[in-house]
């Protein structure tokens, strides 16, 4: 299974923009790179995915390299609510049932 | 739509014990899992399954079992609870493609002392 490579923690201040970053050198042409963030005593929840391009949606943006190889979650301003632990997972097509998630970034945001 | 629902939400059991957690999805989903998170620690993946008769074991299977008779319910059964097996049980669903996002429940607490 390709892995990814993560920060333990990150730090930014409330309504500053925050850049996730998550290596995966092994990924292979048809992984998806998912997000996922789980906030404290709840269940994990999604976030975003991608394969190629770049993605927005109404939580957060998804930039990935040409190469493919890094990609870096971005959540344009950080509020209180955003302190969570986020996870980068490779999702491949030949066995997408198998979805292993690796320590995760933790992430706090300073009032 | 109530996505996927976990029971109970709580519990505690004795060393030897054996219990099923539940676990229902009312998404049509084929892909189900089950995960447990120790304290302070990322997920690990116990068993999983891609469709009805049909599961598989994870990075941690040992000490548990699964069945999956309905595309619906995927419970988890613990035989002979172990203090090791303390710990949150998330049961999680998906369709069977790539790019479709998990769906978790808000997970089982166990304490097993």
């Known amino acids: 299974d390709a892995k990814t490579t993560q920060p333990n923690s990150m730090e930014s201040n409330e309504e500053e923009p925050v850049h996730l970053p998550c290596n995966h050198s092994t990924i292979s042409g048809t992984d998806y790179i998912h997000w996922y963030r789980q906030l404290p005593s709840q269940g994990p929840e999604y976030v975003i995915h991608g394969l190629t391009s770049n993605v927005n949606n109404r939580m957060a943006s998804l930039a990935i390299a040409e190469d493919r190889k890094s990609s870096t979650l971005i959540l344009h301003r950080a509020t209180l609510r955003d302190a969570a632990v986020y996870y980068c997972?490779?999702?491949?097509?030949?066995?997408?049932?198998?979805?292993?998630f690796g320590s995760g970034t933790r992430l706090l945001v300073r009032p | 739509n109530a996505g996927v629902t976990q029971t109970p939400k709580f519990h505690i059991l004795k060393i030897g014990q054996s219990m099923t957690l539940q676990c229902t999805q009312d998404m049509n989903h084929n892909y189900m899992y089950w995960y447990r998170q120790d304290p302070g620690m990322g997920l690990k993946l116990i068993y999983y399954s891609v469709g009805a008769g049909i599961t598989d074991k994870g990075e941690v299977p040992n000490g548990y079992n699964v069945s999956r008779s309905t595309t619906e319910d995927f419970p988890l059964r613990l035989e002979l609870a172990a203090p090791s097996q303390t710990s949150v049980y998330f049961c999680?669903?998906?369709?069977?493609?790539?790019?479709?996002?998990?769906?978790f429940g808000n997970g089982t607490r166990l304490t097993v002392t």
């Open positions: 997972i490779l999702r491949d097509g030949d066995s997408s049932y198998k979805l292993i």
């Open positions: 999680a669903s998906s369709y069977d493609r790539e790019d479709s996002p998990l769906h």
